[in-house]
């Protein structure tokens, strides 16, 4: 009788613990990105790119134990209060085991400080790039798949010496982007011997910038280079600047090379703009990539999207590697992109997965580049400058 | 630096960003001279009357015609506001007000994100640089914006003094419950603050987006320096917003050349912060229309 009873009580448990597993959670991927603010025109692609990641672990077979990888989109909104919100509702109500996001250095930051470094998670910024998220004193949790703009602007100040731009006026946003952006390219145009003949910040959303360029002209410089965004306050100064004939040449950082610029100033009046952008390094792994974007539905030559694609593939590839445990998923990121191992490419789950369960090295070939982490959780980048010619940017040259 | 480059970098493009202000403003204070609340919402209102005059031109209709439409419009949906969610609460204190229109703001604000999207948009594509009228350099859109805020207070001031309607409203903002006594209708008063205040603050985001660029934070950016521009003049007094607006307008431009750019956004604030200390009344000794 007792055994019975057992028997019964046991095959009862059995039945809970198999109805129990099909039911078993979602794993969740916090995709924090601006969609309101002013980068909101380039987020979508972004999130896109992270989504379509997640997709195609989900059709080769799930994560873990054939659970479904989920992305929770949250708005960070560009912003340090955005992202810390954005953040604090991924990681403690939504529960998610990583981060892909946030877009802004400020939201970045913040959301890092106040968020996912104390509570231990991962997170990856696919187009964060202040060098102030080098120096973060964040456990090793922080990573970006785009290089830091200490690269960007030396790279841009180099290049314009070369080309010719001898004296410059810098206007820049007063945030962390902007600000990192501005300092690191003043700092290398200098040494190169050109002259910076304006350098002022200015607050995001007034409606007149006149007084600012003005101030900004009065040094001498023929060329203006702004460190802004180009949906939100960059296209009102560049606006203002070619309305009022304030300088003759303008320069962009990669938040200036926007859509907008042309659709809403007409690409005849941004005949002397470049831009510069971080671009993919040829590589297989990209074409790979475009390829399997273009038949999402995407459009792989929008900003940042190989980048968020790769954050979110390794943070994917991190969390099988870590078998679903929070903690583990930032060492685990470090071992599944080290340069040793056997390469996988974009869109290689099945194969990646199989490798992982025999316990073999593996490592990742991002779309927009190796993504072998340095000791800060950066990576190195290349760059091209951009022109406009009819209603897109094309590329002037590459910058070194 | 010259006489010229004064006038046309930083006075013109003040007093042209003062005389949006002053748009604003005039509302601001009607409604705390009337309705004795602050109303927070009156920056997202503003953006959407810039998207609606936007729908309009897309639509075909020149913006000449599209600006009277999208004040009306505007009128109606902030008389729709008052009776959907102020008007219920006109008996509780004036705190619950100030914030239920914190959320309306938001609310306003989703609805132009849902409509018209984040991106930021113009009503017409390209640039228009300047004419030089004896070395000074004006739009059109310029003069404009000016001309239209001198006509709307004379339009305002003379509604104000001699009409039976303007009559009554200083009689409700003098002393709500003396002019209740003799027989002044509240309800029309207020419907009519509403078409005042709605339309003008409609005026001042089309102003603002044909002199800038239309996005969807544009009207929330610019509620400190209308609400500095208001207690600057005296709340209460029509006259003090417009100069209280052009002030502002001009502060920001010219502190430029004293202080670092980053602090422009700041000038509102300090302002604001100063006459609250100092004149409280402002400087019109405001308190009725």
Known sequence: ????????????????????????????????????????????????????????????????????????????????????????????????????????????????????????????????????????????TVFRTVPSDDYQGRALARTLKEQGYAKVAVAYLNNDY????????????????????????????????????????????????????????????????????????????????????????????????????????????????????????????????????????LLALAVEKAGGDKAGVAAALREVSNGEGEAILPGEWAKAKALIAEGKAIDYKGAAGDHNFDANGDVPGTYALFKIEGDAFTVVSEMK | MDMLELLNFYIIPGLVLGSIYALGAIGITLIYAILRYSHLAHGDLATLGAFIALALVQAGAPLLVALPATMALTALIAIGIDKGFYAHLRDRPKIITVMSSLGIALMIRAVV??????????????????????????????????????????????????????????????????????????????????????????ASGVFLGLNTELKSMMGWGMLLPMFA???????????????????????????VLVLPGEYKAAMAFAILLFMLLVRPTGLLRGKVL
């Not at chain 1, 998670?121 to 060098?131: C, R, Y």
């Open chain 1, 178 to 313: 902007g600000t990192g952006l501005a300092n690191a390219f003043k700092a290398e145009f200098e040494a190169q011997g050109g002259e910076v003949a304006g350098f002022a910040a200015h607050e995001a959303d007034k409606a007149s910038y006149r007084s600012n360029l003005a101030d900004l002209s009065s040094g001498g410089a023929d060329t203006l280079v702004i460190f802004d965004y180009g949906d939100g306050t960059g296209l009102t100064i560049l606006r203002q600047a070619l309305e009022n004939g304030f300088f003759e040449k303008f320069v962009g950082g990669d938040g200036m090379k926007s859509d907008a610029l042309f659709k809403e100033l007409g690409s005849d009046n941004l005949t002397t703009f470049v831009a510069s952008s971080p671009v993919g390094e040829k590589s297989d792994a990209l074409d790979v990539f475009n390829e399997a974007f273009k038949a999402a539905g995407g459009d792989p030559d929008a900003i940042f999207v190989n980048t968020s694609y790769d954050a979110a593939f």
């Open chain 1, 1 to 140: 009788m007792k055994t019975k009873a057992l028997a019964l009580v046991g095959g009862l448990m059995a039945a809970t613990a198999l109805a129990a597993a099909p039911a078993k959670a979602d794993v969740k991927i916090g995709l924090l990105g601006g969609v309101s603010g002013p980068i909101a025109a380039m987020a979508p692609a972004m999130i896109d790119a992270a989504q379509l990641a997640f997709a195609q672990v989900n059709e080769q077979g799930g994560i873990l134990a054939g659970e479904k990888l989920v992305g929770v989109v949250g708005d960070s909104a560009c912003s340090p209060q955005g992202g810390t919100d954005a953040a604090t509702k991924a990681v403690n109500i939504e529960g998610v085991v990583a981060v892909v996001g946030p877009h802004c250095s400020g939201a970045v930051l913040a959301a890092a400080g106040s968020v996912t470094v104390p509570a231990g998670i991962a997170m990856v910024t696919p187009s964060g790039t202040s060098p102030e998220i080098s120096g973060l004193d964040d456990k090793d």
């Open chain 2, 229 to 255: 521009a208001a207690v600057l003049g005296g709340v209460g007094r029509v006259e003090g917003a417009v100069l209280g607006g052009l002030i502002v307008g001009l502060a920001e431009e010219l502190s």
């Open chain 2, 113 to 202: 994100q849902v409509v018209w999207g984040v991106d930021a948009e113009t009503y017409s594509r390209g640039i228009v640089r300047p004419e030089v009228y004896w070395g000074l350099r004006i739009k059109d859109r310029e003069l404009w914006t000016l001309a239209f805020l001198i006509a709307a207070v004379v339009v305002l001031q003379l509604f104000l003094a001699r009409s039976k309607w303007g009559k009554a409203m200083r009689a409700m903002s003098d002393n709500p419950n003396l002019a209740l006594l003799s027989g002044i209708d509240n309800r029309k008063v207020i419907m009519l603050t509403w078409i005042i205040a709605g339309g003008l603050c409609a």
